[in-house]
């Protein structure tokens, strides 16, 4: 076992859901007590196992000074579903937090952009923000009104450090009508940032590796893949010469430019690549 792979991160430990907080009309935050997860950086994630169903890869969503955390969830699946409807008390799994999550930079003022339930890792990294008193403005985007997440804590978050949220939806029905990309290059054009962080769907994050690379902002990204083992042994999460759950989740322009399969292709269950299919947001 590699050094970097020991430790009790990796040991599964079995700790019981202490509420649900529903976020949006497609997203439920779920709370229980770990302390490893309520100490993990912005970015990281846990392989969160729901009994009799599946272990998946989940972003930390609310690390809590009571030493306990939350991921928030989005039904898309048998496992993501059954965590939705899971209720107090009943137990999970978890093991982590794994991976590499955002790097707070020198900079004085970020461009957070979050494109639908891909958002989640982005709440905490708002809080981190505010706490250590970096101007930020937030480009939250959705389909539609109740999709959009966490606004009142990145409202709540920039009031503490005069930033601003833009609320962004397809349809118009609240904020700005368009794709989070969309008003996100009219602030760069408009203000100066120092580094954007965003995740979301792919094509608005290859979107967003455009821009970074015209208005010359460094860019750090989260993705998402497949993952089994969570800790760099099974491939499932490969894309290109890195395995996003070792190497990422998050990732500097730099890799990001290297990834031919960024926005390309994605791996299934069966580790087979396919077109992937993501929407703008
Ligand atoms: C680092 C990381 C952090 C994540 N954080 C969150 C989070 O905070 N909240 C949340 O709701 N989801 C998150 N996900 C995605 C979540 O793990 C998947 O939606 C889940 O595994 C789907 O399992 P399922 O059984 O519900 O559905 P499945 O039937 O397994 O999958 C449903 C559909 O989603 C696709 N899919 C499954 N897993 C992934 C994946 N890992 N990446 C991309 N597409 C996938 C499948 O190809 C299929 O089309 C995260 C994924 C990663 C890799
Ligand atoms: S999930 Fe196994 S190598 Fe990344």
């Given at each position: 076992m590699l050094k970097s792979e020991a430790?009790?991160?990796h040991r599964q430990r079995i700790t019981t859901i202490l509420k649900g907080v529903v976020e949006t009309s497609t997203i439920k935050s779920v709370y229980f007590r770990d302390e490893p997860s309520s100490r993990a950086e912005p970015g990281q994630f846990l392989m969160v196992w729901i009994p009799e169903v599946d272990e998946i890869p989940m972003s930390i969503s609310y690390m809590c000074e009571d030493g306990s955390a939350a991921v928030s969830v989005k039904m898309v699946g048998p496992a993501t579903n059954s965590l939705y409807f899971r209720r107090r008390n009943q137990p999970i799994g978890v093991r982590g937090p794994y991976g590499r999550g955002f790097s707070l930079t020198s900079g004085k003022r970020a461009l957070i952009v979050s494109g639908g339930a891909g958002g989640a890792p982005l709440g905490p990294l708002s809080d981190l923000l505010a706490a250590k008193g970096r101007e930020f403005t937030v480009v939250v985007g959705a389909p539609?009104?109740?999709?959009?997440?966490f606004l009142d804590r990145y409202r709540a978050n920039a009031l503490k450090v005069g930033g601003k949220v833009i609320p962004v939806t397809e349809d118009g029905?609240?904020?700005?009508?368009?794709?989070a990309s969309e008003v996100a290059e009219a602030e760069l054009k408009e203000s100066d940032y120092d580094i954007i962080y965003t995740c979301g769907p792919e094509p608005m994050i290859k979107r967003l590796l455009d821009l970074a690379e015209e208005y010359s902002v460094p860019i750090q990204a989260s993705l998402e893949r497949i993952m089994k083992c969570?800790?760099?042994?099974?491939?499932?999460?490969?894309?290109d010469s890195y395995r996003v759950c070792r190497d990422g989740p998050v990732f500097d322009g730099e890799a990001l430019r290297e990834?031919?399969?960024?926005?390309v292709t994605r791996r299934d269950h069966a580790g087979r690549p396919g077109p992937l299919q993501g929407r703008h947001t």
């Amino acid at each position: 076992m590699l050094k970097s792979e020991a430790g009790p991160t990796h040991r599964q430990r079995i700790t019981t859901i202490l509420k649900g907080v529903v976020e949006t009309s497609t997203i439920k935050s779920v709370y229980f007590r770990d302390e490893p997860s309520s100490r993990a950086e912005p970015g990281q994630f846990l392989m969160v196992w729901i009994p009799e169903v599946d272990e998946i890869p989940m972003s930390i969503s609310y690390m809590c000074e009571d030493g306990s955390a939350a991921v928030s969830v989005k039904m898309v699946g048998p496992a993501t579903n059954s965590l939705y409807f899971r209720r107090r008390n009943q137990p999970i799994g978890v093991r982590g937090p794994y991976g590499r999550g955002f790097s707070l930079t020198s900079g004085k003022r970020a461009l957070i952009v979050s494109g639908g339930a891909g958002g989640a890792p982005l709440g905490p990294l708002s809080d981190l923000l505010a706490a250590k008193g970096r101007e930020f403005t937030v480009v939250v985007g959705a389909p539609v009104t109740g999709e959009l997440l966490f606004l009142d804590r990145y409202r709540a978050n920039a009031l503490k450090v005069g930033g601003k949220v833009i609320p962004v939806t397809e349809d118009g029905a609240y904020g700005v009508k368009g794709l989070a990309s969309e008003v996100a290059e009219a602030e760069l054009k408009e203000s100066d940032y120092d580094i954007i962080y965003t995740c979301g769907p792919e094509p608005m994050i290859k979107r967003l590796l455009d821009l970074a690379e015209e208005y010359s902002v460094p860019i750090q990204a989260s993705l998402e893949r497949i993952m089994k083992c969570g800790i760099g042994i099974c491939g499932s999460c490969v894309i290109d010469s890195y395995r996003v759950c070792r190497d990422g989740p998050v990732f500097d322009g730099e890799a990001l430019r290297e990834m031919k399969e960024l926005n390309v292709t994605r791996r299934d269950h069966a580790g087979r690549p396919g077109p992937l299919q993501g929407r703008h947001t």
